[in-house]
């Protein structure tokens, strides 16, 4: 007897340890080979040559890792929470000093006050919004 007797249960090993492998890791990764097995073990059953049954297994799970993962990934991020400096991007201020496109100035967000720059003049009291946060001083645009 040759491996191609055993390879339904070789299926359902895969299936086990990948599915063992998330749990362990949680990365999202060898849940997919899991899946992968499903249909290559259905079509084992109907005596499907090995050869198709490999194919089937790398195609399903090749489709589900490049397809599907990003989707789950994006969809577990949305419970994080933007914490620290994260925060002040795209959030609105008042500009408390002077910027220009050569000089720094200050910008008030919430309670705090920052450095500011910007490609362009922004004078005092004018409203910015955050673009990004470059070391301790913010990218602004003004807000029209």
Not at 40 to 59: E, T
Request: net charge negative; aromatic share 12%.
């Amino acid at each position: 007897m040759g491996w191609v007797e055993y390879l339904n249960w070789i299926w359902i090993a895969i299936f086990v340890i990948a599915l063992v492998v998330e749990l362990l890791t949680a990365d999202l990764v060898s849940i997919w080979f899991s899946f992968g097995v499903i249909p290559s073990y259905i079509l084992g059953l109907f005596n499907v040559p090995p050869f198709v049954q490999i194919i089937v297994f790398f195609v399903v799970t090749s489709i589900l890792v490049l397809f599907t993962r990003p989707v789950v990934m994006k969809y577990f991020k949305t419970n994080e929470i933007k914490t620290n400096v994260d925060s002040i991007i795209g959030q609105h201020g008042i500009v408390t000093e002077r910027i220009t496109d050569v000089t720094i100035g200050a910008v008030k967000i919430k309670t705090q006050e920052w450095s500011a720059v910007s490609n362009e003049t922004i004078d005092f009291g004018e409203h910015v919004r955050v673009l990004d946060v470059e070391g301790v001083k913010l990218i602004v645009k003004k807000i029209d």
